[in-house]
């Protein structure tokens, strides 16, 4: 049976920058965009241009990737005038990018208060900025801000606002857990339902690590039936961090469940270049590695107990769930 495509976003760059203490140096994209292009990440978000000199001066220099399509994130114009006279989503429009990401307001809430515009107006920023973007011969993307929130609140409001973008000629709606406080199960039950009204082919999933179930809500959407998921290098992100592709990815690929059902564009050969790609960005931050993190870090595979050890001893499946080589990792045996 042939397998589904699955794609994978990555937006260290952009929600990763977001944490308290990150600020990367235009040196510092470029590296971690050429470290994700070689390992077949699909769509690699650069970042804000126009917001500010960083993000700007990184688009303008790097123009391209070799394989992934660089994204520039930024919102929708604002209500009241036109694309053409919004100054600043014409720099987000201008800039040298295969796709454009915008937030958009999904939660009839945040349209009141944060923006102060109908529910009317919002959705019709939504459309305008997403013909705008295909009008250039972009790749348009929604992000959904608030969207599982949005839902519970005024479901037929926060459809309304993805379906928006998919008749304006979105290629993917990507729907939000932007406070990270819903559930896997809601995330599963809230999918399946927007699969109804939009194909899964159309849409993604952006989570945020607050309640530690940022992974575990991706996959959720996966299995819901969402085709693109997003999320940055280790976890990196604003308050408790996003959905950690590092975890994610080696899940994606190993795992028989995922496995059998999708592919991605990053060859299994390459797998182990994520635990590169993680030190990469540990680097650039001046950090010192998890050794506890999952796959890749120094612990994933380090065994001390004697019933473990010796087990491990005569059959390293036994208390291994994948092999650590698969991953570029080692396994280490403690002496306590």
């Not at 123009?63 to 720099?91: C, Q, V, W, Y």
């Not at 059902?261 to 050969?269: N, P, Q, V």
């Not at 080589?325 to 080692?330: D, M």
Request: aromatic fraction near 6%; charge should be negative; charged fraction near 20%.
């Amino acid at each position: 049976m042939a397998r589904e495509r699955l794609y994978i976003f990555d937006t260290t760059m952009r929600d990763g920058q977001q944490t308290a203490g990150v600020d990367f140096a235009v040196a510092d994209k470029m590296r971690l965009a050429a470290a994700l292009d070689a390992l077949g990440v699909d769509y690699v978000e650069g970042g804000y241009p126009g917001a500010n000199p960083t993000d700007t001066q990184f688009f303008q220099e790097l123009g391209g990737l070799d394989t992934a399509k660089l994204t520039a994130f930024g919102m929708t114009k604002r209500a009241g005038r036109s694309a053409e006279n919004d100054p600043g989503f014409m720099e987000i429009l201008d800039a040298p990018s295969a796709a454009t990401c915008l937030v958009a307001k999904s939660w009839d809430y945040h349209v009141d208060v944060a923006l102060g515009i109908s529910n009317e107006e919002n959705i019709a920023c939504i459309s305008d900025s997403v013909a705008a973007i295909s009008a250039r011969g972009k790749e348009a993307m929604i992000d959904c801000e608030h969207f599982f929130d949005g839902y519970k609140a005024n479901r037929d409001y926060a459809l309304a606002c993805a379906e928006a973008a998919v008749e304006a000629g979105a290629r993917w709606v990507v729907l939000c857990d932007t406070n990270g406080g819903t559930m896997p199960d809601e995330v599963f039950d809230i999918v399946s339902d927007v699969t109804k009204h939009i194909g899964g082919e159309k849409l993604g999933i952006h989570t945020h690590n607050d309640t530690e179930n940022a992974v575990a809500n991706s996959l959720a959407a996966i299995n819901a039936g969402v085709r693109q998921v997003q999320g940055t290098i280790n976890g990196l992100g604003e308050r408790c961090g996003n959905a950690n592709l590092v975890s994610l990815i080696p899940t994606l690929l190993l795992k028989p469940g995922y496995a059998a059902r999708f592919e991605t564009g990053i060859d299994i050969a390459k797998l182990p270049q994520v635990k590169n790609v993680s030190l990469l960005l540990d680097d650039i931050l001046n950090r010192t590695p998890n050794r506890h993190a999952p796959y890749v870090g120094a612990s994933a595979f380090a065994h001390k107990g004697g019933i473990h050890v010796s087990a491990v001893m005569k059959d390293p499946s036994t208390y291994e769930h994948v092999k650590p080589e698969s991953v570029g990792n080692s396994r280490t045996i403690l002496v306590s």
